[in-house]
């Protein structure tokens, strides 16, 4: 606990020669000092970022001996079960990987882990992110770069899927194909030229490889960066408490403990995934067989992130499909295309779409550096839950085949009960996540006014007896007093000005239709404004913080 | 950055007052904890001032110390396991490696992968050890940075860059500017038009099948080409079946391409199970029907979804359902494969078929309409 | 109570003591390995249980006690003759195959005739079926009609309490697993067994035999229990809603390759790890992502964040 020990020679060295040419040392000094809020879940998005630097790298070592190549070879490498059978040179090689190269096997399987991991982590944080509305402004733009490394991890999920051209891999191209020839006028094209002919075609695998470690990796690795630095930049949402205001930014700083944390929590992401793939078999394509176009499988079905999709295309009946009557007919495949182009275009639309939507019907422009509470902002929350459930529904009804034999439900039956589910799961999830939301208002609410029921019970001098309830910590009632009203300058313009002129705004379609929203999105709520704490000892925060709030409230109004 | 730097360092000072709500300051017991490193604190405290400092006890820090070093003794002694493992399951004298026997690289891979993690856990948890148990704890307060420009700052800025803007001519010389925008229209059309050679046109090609009259049939995975009384013995058979070709450049004698679009079901019904469906022509402008195209029972349908191209294979003999287990679109085998459930949107593509004077069994022409995905033009090429 | 209570207090004492941090994930990571391992299946066997034998020979079996046997446990529903009634389907032609199939998985006798029978263990001896066959063969067929049981396929393997001393019974043994060696090896073309397997069977059964969903509840079973005769006898006489495969669309040497790649793939160890997920694939690989990967990751960021205060 003495003197600061000096900093080595070589160290300095290093440092003066670096700071001589691009004078880094006070920028250097104040990023060291850089505050990070501490929470657990404010560790979801590194899980990505960790997942996707072990792709990275497992990802290199495999293509050192990978052939993306679908020449036609009959096998003669060193796993006995498949010598003699025709593959592609991909499927041969992938063999080579798992059963010559020492290693491989376990490579091959962090891949793949590590992806699924990947994309489990992004959506986890995106999440998070969602339900405590940390996209509002200003972090809007870095919400759209969330939404789309989303979108690409997914894409590259499903492409490298489909590399080793085992079985499962090459139908689930097949069903890509099939999607895109549901294309209204062009499918036929796009499907002729990604192929290079007809399917399977001999290019694919060798397009999809470039896609998959070359032009996606760079455009998802530019993403990841400009992500990081504008989360640096403009620096970390926290949760409510004590002294964290939308100005100030409370928490551990960068150097030296958030670095060693983060450091370490980068080995125990990869300790789990390298624990999963040296115990837990995953996508064994040396078993499975190489891929042919009239061969399959029961129970086949894509990677968990791509489930959704196939649960759409399952579940969705042929009614809707229709044929325009021109010359021969030309067919409108609706059992394809909503499921195969729509309802990703409205998960991912959706996604990048409410952040703007939300500050239309609130009509806040402010910055926000603290992150609600999700039940404090009830509808939110159920929009988000609804979300999730639909979401849901649609993953498992991928999996319907498995559900059935599993559960010994008829097959049709499940999919029945999923189109019925898709529809009222959401509907249910909205109405039941925002009454969950307004009873845990009211609880907040009633904790902040007399304090936590302390368990202890008391006669009183008339024999009655009362369950004594305890002021709460002076953190737990800033957390609760916290709370925000939901609003909308919308609604606080008046309908009529001082002059007897109607406001023009409210008449017309998209103004009525923004009052209705703001209407919905504010009406329910239970608020603490007129609320006296417990006790009055720990009240100075709360006095300060309020008259401190006042008057920014006021200028929100304007 | 270095700017915004500076509005950090501005704003720090400003927001001294903010920064006393929550800092304990004046507690006894925290004073014994905090009172040394506070003077050295502020002898650098660094741009951003610790409150809430908790020094870890001297004797807390050296458990902290030890324990964190045990787990990377253990990370170390991992990492040198799993170098070690490496070279456990050598290839043998003659360059076969010994992993690939399953059972053994089930051992490599279990080896190898678990001294990896336990390395990894190791010194994650070592690290984690160390920043609970040595570190000291605090927290610092830092402003949000004001992030719009002051409008003095955005004024100055706009009006520097259009006197730039006007200075370079671009804006005053629309013939200059115009004629360069001109100029990157064909360039931006350049690559679109370079990737045309990524493939063929459709035309025709997906209205065409290998199948012709009098090709033979093989049982899919062998050469055997198959008889209609190989078929007597099963009233309920189905088989996978492909056109009889042997291409010497394809290891299965046909080309990927003709299997997946050529691939058929045979399917044996018994007489009375047939349904009216099957007396109906194959397509509009035909005067022959389904059943005219069965032979003795045997039915054979494109094996191809016509939904998104899965293999629909799943038949059922007491249905006479056929299954896609990818989408389960359902087709009925016995009424000209109708969709009866599911997504698809057509049947099944059926093939003529009959027999040949050694009573081997022959397509007698194409499907009735193109195998496969359900497409744009598939009504329109010339079809059957 | 008192106990829960001290062991509360107990563990709310040690919450912050340097090594709790291990328990917790430690205990998570025990929590996990051990509801799995109570999950997974047992470890299969090498390979099924199997016996192979010659066709038996006619002085050997007891026709009346085939009679007697058929009476009882048959006829109610198959009548006496065999021809069927309103629960049981007409015998006579049905084959041989078909019966040896039925009775030695167990399906048959069943008591419920409306639902479809799971595979369950035989209700009669080897020597009480060989009789009944012999009975069906003798009386109730209808001449040669169906296939005959395919005796040179491997069966079931021999029991211990089928002997009478261990001496014969490993003999026998010895001989079974040679015989069952020499069928599984016998087939050479992997390639042409794996393309019948996965175009005319995987649909309904998997790729690794674990079967799947059919329409109506009803469902195409596992065969990783089937012996070698018994997927053989399925193919040629179409149980349930199972297509037939006579000899004359796939040939006995094409069975052999077939049933040879589907045994030796089942009977292959999981080079990628000992728990594989009982070759379920990508649905339980997602659970398996979600709920143990990426909470284990998450209870290990609780552990580096949890609450660390100035007066802890």
Known sequence: ?558 | ?384 | MTRNGETVKWITARRRHPLAGYVVVILALALFGVGYAAMAPTAEEARAQTLSAEAPDPDDVDIAEGRAIFDQTCASCHGQDGSGGPNGPDLREAGSASVDFQVSTGRMPSMDPDSQMPRRDMVMSEEELTNLIAYYDAEIRDGEAGPDVPYEVPGKEPQREDFEDEGSYEEALETYEAEYDSYIEGASDTDEGMKLYLTNCAHCHSWSGGGGALTDGRWAPEIHDATPREIYEAMVSGPGAMPMFSDGVIVPEEKQELISYVKTLQAEPDAGGIFALDRVGQVAEGFIGWTVGLSLIVACAIWITAKQRAHD
């Open chain 1, 1 to 558: 606990m003495s003197k600061t020990t000096q900093a080595p020679k070589a160290l300095r060295g290093v440092g003066n020669y670096i700071d001589d040419r691009f004078h880094l040392a006070k920028t250097g000094e104040k990023n060291l000092r850089k505050v990070f809020p501490n929470h657990w879940s404010f560790m979801l998005g590194e899980i990505a970022l960790y997942s996707f630097i072990i792709l990275l790298v497992t990802g290199v070592f495999l293509t050192l001996w990978f052939k993306p190549s679908m020449m036609e070879i009959v096998y003669d490498g060193s796993y006995e079960r498949l010598q003699g059978v025709p593959m592609s040179e991909a499927f041969a090689s992938t063999l080579y990987i798992d059963f010559d190269v020492r290693g491989g096997f376990l490579m091959r399987q962090i891949h793949h882990w590590a992806a699924l991991i990947f994309v489990a982590a992004l959506v986890i944080h995106m999440l998070r992110v969602f339900f405590t509305g940390a996209f509002r402004k200003p972090r809007e733009i870095n919400w759209l770069i969330g939404v789309a490394i989303f979108a690409l991890a997914m894409v590259e999920g499903l492409f490298g899927y489909s590399l080793p051209d085992d079985l499962p891999s090459g139908m689930g191209v097949r069903i890509l194909q099939g999607v895109m020839l549901a294309i209204p006028l062009v499918g036929t094209y796009i499907s002729m030229f990604l192929f290079g002919g007809e399917f399977p075609g001999e290019d694919i695998i060798t397009r999809l490889y470039v896609l998959h470690v070359l032009l996606i990796p760079a455009l998802l690795l530019g993403l990841i960066v400009a992500h990081f630095m504008i989360l640096w930049h403009q620096k970390h949402t926290q949760y409510p408490g004590v002294g964290k205001t939308d100005r100030t930014v409370v928490g551990t700083p960068m150097f030296p403990a958030f670095a060693v944390k983060a450091g370490g929590f980068f080995f125990f992401t990869f300790a789990v995934i390298a624990g999963l793939s040296a115990f837990v078999q995953i996508n064994p394509v040396h078993l499975f067989g190489p891929f042919t176009p009239t061969s399959i499988t029961s129970g086949l079905q894509p990677d968990w992130y791509m489930g959704f999709m196939e649960g759409s295309l399952r579940i969705f009946p042929n009614w809707l499909d229709f044929t325009i009557p021109i010359g021969p007919g030309y067919p409108i495949m609706v059992a394809v295309l909503v499921p195969g182009l729509v309802i990703p275009g409205l998960i991912f639309g959706g996604l990048a779409l409410w952040p703007f939507i939300e500050q239309w019907i609130t009509g806040d422009k402010r910055a926000r550096n603290v992150a609600d509470r999700p039940r404090n902002a009830p509808v939110r929350t159920g929009v988000g839950v609804a979300g999730v459930v639909f979401y849901g529904v649609l993953w498992l009804a991928g999996s319907n085949d498995i559900l059935s034999e599993t559960f010994s439900i008829d097959l049709y039956l499940t999919t029945y009960i999923f189109r019925v589910l898709a529809i009222a799961g959401p509907i249910l999830g909205f109405v039941i996540a925002k009454r969950i939301c307004l009873g845990l208002q009211r609880r907040d609410r009633e904790t902040l006014e007399h304090g936590y029921e302390s368990g202890t019970i008391q006669q009183l001098p008339s024999g009655e007896f009362i369950e004594v309830h305890k002021e709460s910590s002076s953190e737990t009632v800033e957390v609760l007093s916290s709370k925000k009203d939901p609003s909308s300058t919308v609604l606080q313009e008046e309908d009529v000005d001082s002059s007897g002129v109607e406001n023009p705004d409210a008449r017309k379609g998209m103004g009525k239709l923004r009052r209705a929203l703001a209407h919905w999105y504010t009406k329910d709520n239970v608020t603490v404004r007129d609320v006296e704490p417990h006790s009055g000892h720990h009240l100075h925060h709360t006095h300060d913080h309020t008259s401190q709030e006042g008057p920014e409230e006021d200028e929100d109004g304007h």
């Open chain 2, 1 to 384: 950055m270095t700017e915004n730097n500076n509005n950090d360092k501005n704003e720090a000072g400003d927001d001294k007052p903010e920064r006393v709500v929550g800092t304990p300051s004046s507690s006894a017991e925290e004073r014994v904890v905090s009172e040394q490193p506070a003077e050295n604190e502020s002898a650098h405290a660094g741009p951003f001032e610790p409150f809430e400092t908790h020094l870890r006890s001297e004797e807390q820090m050296r458990r902290g110390d030890k324990m964190a070093s045990a787990w990377f003794i253990i990370a170390t002694l991992a990492g040198i396991a799993f170098i070690a493992s490496y070279f456990v399951f050598p290839p043998n004298s003659s360059g076969e490696p010994m992993i690939a026997d399953p059972q053994i690289a089930q051992y490599s891979n279990m080896l190898l992968g678990g001294t990896l993690t336990l390395a990894m856990f190791g010194i994650g948890a070592g690290m984690t050890v160390w920043a609970r148990n040595v570190m000291p704890h605090y927290e610092v307060h830092s402003p949000y940075d004001e992030l719009p420009s002051n409008e003095e700052e955005k004024g100055s800025f706009s009006e520097f860059f259009m006197k730039g803007a006007d200075e370079s001519g671009f804006t005053k010389r629309p013939l200059m500017r115009r004629t360069l925008l001109a100029s990157m229209i064909p360039l931006g059309i350049a690559p679109v038009v370079l990737l045309r050679d990524l493939g063929p046109l459709p035309r025709e090609k997906m209205h065409h099948t290998p199948w012709e009259n009098g090709r033979r049939m093989y049982v899919e995975g062998t050469h055997r080409a198959l008889r209609a009384e190989d078929l007597e013995n099963d009233p309920n058979g189905m088989i996978s079946a492909l056109p009889a070709i042997d291409d010497e450049r394809y290891p299965h004698g046909i080309s990927m391409n003709d299997q997946a679009k050529s691939v058929i079901l045979l399917i044996k019904v018994p007489e009375g199970d047939w349904k009216e469906g099957m007396n109906q022509p194959v397509s509009e402008d035909s005067d022959e029907t389904h059943m005219n195209w069965t032979y003795n029972g045997i039915v054979a349908y494109s094996k191809i979804c016509t939904h998104v191209g899965c293999p629909a294979a799943l038949y059922e003999r007491t249905t006479h359902r056929i299954l896609c287990p990818c989408h389960q679109s359902t087709f009925d085998a016995a009424d000209a494969a109708k969709v009866v459930f599911g997504p698809a949107h057509r049947g099944l593509p059926q093939l003529p078929i009959g027999v040949d004077d050694e009573g081997y069994l022959i397509s007698t022409g194409d499907f009735n309409e193109p195998p496969g995905p359900t497409f744009w033009e598939y009504q329109g090429g010339s079809g059957s």
